[in-house]
């Protein structure tokens, strides 16, 4: 006897006893505020700096919004889009869609205005949730959009007459839009829609950061991020009970590690999250001291600037238990002020791709010491390898490959499909490194950010690693340029510390000592043999630097190169 499979084919069509099945057994992150509004009621859930929500009022305008999307005649899988910085409506909007079985498409707000007219096109929705703030963005380039947008859903109020490159569409306000399910006959506004929905239905569309080409449109499934809410809510220690973790969130909700790995989780446990809508250290400091906060995401960049701030007016922060880091590298200098000032602190590095919904890796807090370098151990949710390339055939423990990722929390394809990105059976991430025999992930770099220069590959992140030691270097991007003799050659683009720039004779000692820690540190064929300065880097709103824009700001600058042709 072989047992049966129960699956849902087309939710829209199952009827009678197959859709109360379905229903009973539905896997859907849209029930996930149902369930915390259950048990956590009138307990604050997000806190913005408009307004506070409670888990009940969180069920109740979510329930409401997935009501009024299927009054719009909003089908179940269509691409709702939203729009907006971080406030409690962007999570009311991704909830709401997912309560009646449509995808919410998140907005990458960083990739420019040419970015979102593709995405929108690309998607296709008829319907946009959007922050006020945003509307005259949305309204440059409105005339591109065609009939693309049929409702405009204001967080906030509703603009007037006279937009003309938008005459088309309806505008809502939120508090009107919220009342639209009131003159809707049989249904209770308030209560979760009765819908089916499959399990690998797509839950989210979400642009990946593009570090290296224009973003891709990532479809993850409802089963996908409730395995990756779980995990992650378990992996960051994130309490349930009568003592509530604390949250402040600076980094964007339409990115994967903000929404996935921090608001999901904590919204499932009955945590409190402060959202911030951008990165102002005063801010920040400020409500993660009132709020007592517990857990902290951010760049080490944001860590560093708490430290410095907490010292300079005389907050302790002896209410932190853990600190999470991600998409850049963290100083040596900065992990032993960590270690200083937060002696009880778990601190971890975790990584991952918004393609396999994060955490992926994780530095445990007590690993050793000459660990520190690596990504850490591989989680739960998804089984990972090293592959070829090309071939998806999978490596030997100690050999450089691709990293490749399968398991739950794998994405369906992205929204243009690409059927070569499963190849083998793993999914591809581009991303190159080895694992040691204690099953510890080490990274080398991106594939198209590798330099290849006189017959050796040299890894841009270890160069990275090694020049920020450099007591005056504040940032700093390595990227290959041509060049006749080597085929490219190792290029350093820095930031240098305070006002160095501005004094040619400081500048140009600057340049020599760089040169000469290279020297030192480095081989022959990973010294860097040209040093660009500049007093910015340009990168994603998750911290990670364009290297594809870099390069290309680059290509035709001449910069320092001391001992070039040594």
């Not at 809510?233 to 604390?246: L, R």
């Not at 929404?259 to 402060?274: D, E, F, K, R, V």
Request: charged fraction near 20%; proline fraction near 5%.
């Amino acid at each position: 006897m072989r047992l049966p499979i129960t699956e849902t084919i087309d939710p829209d069509l199952v009827t009678g006893a197959e859709r109360d099945r379905a229903l009973a057994r539905r896997i859907s992150i849209g029930d996930m505020p149902t369930r915390s509004a259950a048990t956590f009621g009138d307990r604050t859930a997000i806190v913005g700096d408009r307004r506070a929500v409670t888990y009940a009022q969180l069920e109740k305008e979510a329930n409401r919004l997935a009501h009024g999307l299927v009054a719009l005649g909003v089908r179940s899988r269509e691409p709702v889009a939203v729009m907006s910085t971080n406030c409690p409506e962007i999570v009311i909007g991704y909830l709401g869609a997912a309560k009646m079985g449509a995808a919410a498409m998140m907005i990458n707000l960083l990739g420019g205005a040419a970015s979102i007219v593709k995405a929108i096109r690309a998607a296709g929705p008829r319907v946009i949730i959007i922050h006020e703030d945003l509307l005259p963005q949305l309204h440059l380039i409105g005339a591109e959009l065609s009939d693309d947008l049929e409702h405009i859903i204001v967080i906030g109020s509703a603009p007037g007459e006279g937009l003309s490159s938008l005459s088309g569409s309806r505008y809502w306000s939120w508090d009107e839009f919220q009342r639209l399910a009131d003159d809707v006959e049989g249904i209770d506004p308030d209560s979760p829609p009765e819908v089916v929905v499959a399990d690998r239905q797509i839950a989210q569309v979400m642009f990946s950061s593009g570090t290296s080409a224009d973003p891709k449109g990532v479809l993850t499934s409802h089963v996908a991020v409730m395995l990756s809410m779980h995990a992650n809510a378990a992996y960051i220690g994130i309490n349930w009970g009568t003592e509530p973790s604390v949250s402040t969130l600076v980094l964007p909700l339409f990115h994967t590690t903000a929404l996935n790995a921090i608001m999901l989780p904590m919204l499932s446990m009955g945590g409190t999250i402060h959202v911030l809508p951008g990165f102002d250290m005063e801010q920040l400091g400020r409500t993660i001291v009132e709020s007592k906060t517990t857990h902290f995401v951010g760049l080490p960049i944001m860590i560093e600037g708490l430290l410095h701030w907490s010292a300079a007016h005389g907050h302790s922060l002896d209410h932190l238990q853990t600190l999470l880091y991600g998409m850049a590298p963290m100083k040596e200098g900065l992990r032993e002020l960590v270690a200083k000032r937060l002696p009880g602190v778990r601190v971890m590095l975790g990584s991952g791709m918004t393609e396999a919904l994060p955490v992926g890796f994780l530095q445990w807090p007590d690993m050793d010491f000459d660990k520190r370098g690596s990504w850490g151990y591989g989680t739960a949710l998804t089984t990972t390898t090293v592959v070829e390339p090309t071939t998806g055939t999978v490596l030997p423990t100690g050999e450089t490959g691709e990293l490749a990722y399968r398991g739950g929390g794998v994405m369906e394809n992205y929204l243009a499909e690409s059927p070569e990105v499963f190849n083998g059976g793993w999914l591809h991430s581009a991303d190159m490194g080895s694992f040691d025999n204690e099953g510890i992930f080490w990274f080398v770099d991106r594939i198209k950010d590798v330099v290849k220069t006189g017959g050796e590959n040299v890894s841009t992140q270890s160069v990275e690693a090694t020049l920020l030691d450099h007591p005056e270097i504040e940032e700093v991007a390595v990227i290959g340029k041509s060049d006749d003799q080597w085929g490219e050659r190792v290029v350093a683009v820095v930031v240098p510390s305070g006002d160095i720039a501005q004094d040619p004779e400081r500048l140009a000692e600057f340049i020599a000592s760089v040169d000469r820690h290279g020297r030192e540190t480095l081989t022959s064929s990973h010294r860097p043999r040209e040093f660009i300065v500049t007093d910015l880097l340009p990168r994603t709103g998750t911290g990670k630097i364009r290297k594809a824009e870099l390069r290309e700001a680059v290509r035709d600058r001449e910069g320092h190169r001391p001992g070039a042709s040594e």
